[in-house]
């Protein structure tokens, strides 16, 4: 059923921030997208019903999974404080990054801003370290920037070798109810849960900017090809600010192997509101749905 996220859907009522980033200092390949139906496009993804939509796809070359689409909205709030794993949403996106420490350097140099400086630490759950650093993002997100493993790390990168960085290679959510996510994840999408590790320890407190002695729950979920990009769950950790302000506003995208099955499956328990199928593009269908832990996906059928 799922095998990734094909598609993450960034909406933002100015996308030339985002376009910078991702365009000008990543790499993404970018082209003017349009939204086929604008009205039936706001319903599906909780938008108010009225206003224009601009939409800018960013690719990998060679990738499976892991695109980027910056939709323009303008009536959606511009979110510049930086968020937490105490307020629940989508949180972070992850990419490798071949020639980590150049990366890093240039970022820095040309005003961009991170959490901490790069740590080093054994990844949980395996026996291997890694280079990683948290760089403030668009629309209070993060991106976790980690040092391409090519023994260890399965992405575009092995293929292109003059290609700088990853598609995004994982999307992170934080959610109250870990327990809901992880569910959603293997019944509902039939995934693989590969990795459910607490995370703790000086490396990983610096990284993040937590306070001493933290420490948090992590679920990783991928299909049965093991296509980027994962899909990984943080339990809500710590207060909450209570003027923390909106979450960003992220739409996963997911292409199934049946989506008829997907929507009846739905339909047997309380799994979140569905909205759709719309038609769009000579028949294709799409619908969206809104769990209750606050994560926001629309699926379509896979082809080929």
Known sequence: ?????????????????????????LGFRHEQGEIPDTEAFRWLWHLPPEGPLRAH??????SAGGRLRLVEAPEQPRIQRRRSIAETGPHAFDFYVRGFSDMHARLGSAGYRFRSEPQNYQLFGTSFAVDE?????????????????????????????????????????VTDDLTAASRFATEVLEAEMYLRETFRGPEIERLMALPDGTEFTMALFRGPR??????????????????????PHV????????????????SGQDWGEVRGPITYSGGASVFSLLTPWGGLFEFWQRTG
């Open 251 to 266: 739409v996963l995208g997911c292409a199934v192997t049946d989506l008829d099955a997907l929507r009846r499956r739905l």
């Open 133 to 173: 650093c948290l760089l403030e993002a668009p629309q209070g997100l993060v991106h976790a920037l980690v040092g391409y493993l090519p023994e260890r790390h399965r992405c575009v990168l092995s293929q292109h070798p003059d290609e700088p960085v990853s598609e995004v290679v994982a999307m992170v959510h």
């Open 226 to 247: 093991r296509r980027n990009a994962r899909l990984e769950f943080i339990e809500r950790t710590g207060a909450a600010d209570p003027d923390a302000g909106p979450a």
């Open 1 to 25: 059923m799922f095998d990734g996220i094909d598609l993450t859907t960034l909406i933002t009522p100015d996308a030339e921030e985002a376009l910078r980033l991702y365009r000008d200092f």
């Open 57 to 62: 796809l960013l690719s990998r070359p060679g």
